[in-house]
């Protein structure tokens, strides 16, 4: 891969059962690395079009594939956040005073304030959904006017709920050593708390509406169902997290090559050296932190 300042990197090694390549499975797109056979290859290639052929059947078997490719970029973006988070960085800040706890005192309603039915469709989490399957997502979903300041997760919180951003925005920040750090600000579209939902696991981030919101909440058991489905609708809800994982890595990769070049611009070319070779490693983790799968 070649970094923007012209500089080489190796990013991968792959062997035997490794996979590449598995981003143009969720989006057409261009290649951002050179891939060379270092000898004789045998291995299987699957087109865009024929993965969104099968994907879309109504069957296990395609739900399971699709989920599949969901773990390998969620288990990408983790590697990443890792590397990013061993890095000092300028931009990070003092963290903010403690608040009461998440969606503390939050009415839970099935109305919004504004025309909300008619605003879905365009909501960037809907496209590709026709008017019914957006009805059956919805219909699962707590409407939440939230008030600027609102915390909607935690570090170390259950994942209770997937939220969608319907209007407003909501950032996101990591504690880092003591401090915080911005990994996203989420406009009207954007969803959040889905991996932890997904894995059973816990928040590893703060969420607070950064404006007066509307947000939609899924329960946690109600957006498995969705997302596990096997219905037309269930795969389009795995293509949304899908969509939302790619914008995630290029977003954070796009930050750390915004920490390098200021990095180089003020001199410090060994700080650069090390927030060019964490971008480089989203395409996949080091040989010797990943033998025999992605990261």
Excluded: K
Excluded at 27 to 53: I, K, M, Y
Excluded at 95 to 104: F, I, K, Y
Excluded at 174 to 196: H, I, Q, W, Y
């Amino acid at each position: 891969m070649f970094a923007p300042g012209g500089e080489c990197y190796v990013v991968a090694r792959l062997g035997e059962g490794d996979i590449f390549g598995e981003m143009a499975l969720v989006e057409a797109g261009t290649c951002t690395a050179t891939v060379v056979a270092t000898q004789n290859v045998d291995g299987w290639f699957l087109a865009f079009e024929d993965f969104r052929a099968v994907v879309s059947q109504r069957q296990r078997a395609s739900r399971d594939l699709q989920h599949a490719v969901t773990l390998v970029l969620a288990e990408r973006l983790r590697a990443l956040n890792r590397r990013l988070a061993a890095l000092a960085s300028p931009e990070d800040r003092p963290p903010r005073p403690p608040s009461a706890g998440p969606l503390a005192g939050v009415a839970r309603t099935h109305r919004a304030a504004f025309d909300l039915p008619a605003f879905l469709p365009r909501l960037a989490f809907f496209d590709h959904f026709p008017r019914d399957e957006i009805d059956e997502v919805v219909s699962e979903a707590n409407v939440l006017d939230l008030p600027r300041g609102t915390m909607l997760h935690a570090p170390g919180s259950p994942a209770n709920a997937v939220f969608i951003v319907a209007r407003g925005a909501v950032e996101v920040v990591r504690p880092v050593d003591g401090l915080e750090r911005r990994v996203a600000v989420l406009g009207p579209g954007r969803p959040l708390g889905f991996m932890g939902v997904l894995l059973a696991s816990a928040h590893g981030s703060h969420a607070w509406a950064r404006e007066d919101s509307t947000i939609l909440e899924i329960p946690a058991e109600a957006f498995r169902r969705l997302y596990f489905g096997e219905a037309t609708s269930g795969s389009r809800v795995r293509a949304a997290v899908q969509r939302s994982l790619l914008e995630s890595l290029g977003r954070t990769n796009r930050a750390l090559m915004r920490l390098a070049t200021q990095a180089r611009l003020a001199a410090r070319p060994g700080e650069a050296a090390q927030f060019e070779a964490a971008g480089a490693a989203q395409l996949w983790a080091e040989q010797g932190e990943s033998r025999g799968g992605p990261p």
